[in-house]
């Protein structure tokens, strides 16, 4: 919690063990919106939007001191956030995941974040999203391109969930350059992790748990 107020959380479950999941067990656990937004992903997916919204609750409940789970309501394009009745408040939420590992970030502002594996990114496709002036930085400052070009792709594509539009065509037009006073990257093992948050505000808390932290949720 920052000096002023505001809430910038990020929480992170790593080294998840999908073998000793039980996915219907899981599901009970979440509200009915929620079982059916985890039912939309297959197998492994599932399993991680499951602990998606456990680890949202986790921060809420545990870090937020929220006793109650607001309601979820939506914004234009779709993107949830919590209503907070005291003040008519809301509370923005992102999550993400990939093998392994899931990530949730909880703010007073408008928020993004992404997670990828470093091993996964196909170099092949750089021009897709990488601008001119990031790939010279990549190949004349990076050790790995590889893993700087993970941290871009995560900071890019955060950025557009914190503006609630998706994807867009062109990503080179995203200038990460400008994004440094609203952004947070972190490297964690073989994962690139980037949050994005519309106020300028770095003072931000982060939380790093193992899967095995949590197993009384399945």
């Known amino acids: 919690m ?9 929480g992170i479950v790593k080294n998840i063990d999908y073998n000793v999941k039980n996915v219907e067990k899981g599901l009970q656990t979440l509200p009915h919106d929620r079982q059916k937004e985890a039912l939309k992903y297959a197998d492994k997916d599932c399993i991680n939007s499951i602990i998606g919204y456990r680890l949202l ?22 993107k949830p956030y919590f209503k907070i009745k005291q003040g008519l408040r809301k509370l923005y939420f992102n999550i993400s ?7 949730a ?13 470093i091993e996964n990114m196909d170099l092949s496709i750089e021009e897709m999203f990488l601008s001119m002036e990031e790939r010279k930085k990549i190949y004349l400052e990076s050790r790995n391109d590889e893993s700087e070009a993970t941290r871009i792709w ?19 037009k995203v200038d990460t350059a400008k994004l440094n006073l609203n952004s947070i990257s972190i490297n964690i093992q073989e994962y690139w992790i980037s949050a994005n948050i519309l106020s300028e505000n770095s003072d931000w808390q982060l939380l790093i748990y193992e ?8």
């Open 211 to 218: 899967d095995k932290d949590f197993g009384e949720w399945f």
């Open 154 to 172: 995560t900071l890019k594509e955060s950025y557009l969930k914190m503006k609630g539009i998706g994807l867009i065509d062109d990503l080179c």
């Open 57 to 78: 609750e986790h921060i809420i409940k545990n870090k937020l001191r929220i006793k109650k789970i607001p309601r979820i309501g939506y914004a234009k394009y779709g």
């Open 105 to 117: 970030a909880v703010s007073d502002s408008e928020v993004g974040i992404d997670v990828e594996t």
């Open 2 to 10: 920052s000096s002023n107020g505001e809430v910038f959380v990020l």
């Open 97 to 103: 995941h990939t093998d392994g590992c899931v990530v």
